[in-house]
């Protein structure tokens, strides 16, 4: 199961993967 600390890896993973998005 997930720990806070995964589920907060996790929105910090889909924020970078969103600004490369907009960057490439």
Known sequence: R???E???LNRGL???D???A???
Do not use: W, Y
């Open 18 to 20: 969103e600004c490369f």
């Open 14 to 16: 889909a924020i970078l």
């Open 6 to 8: 995964d589920e907060l």
């Open 2 to 4: 997930l720990t806070a």
């Open 22 to 24: 907009e960057i490439a």
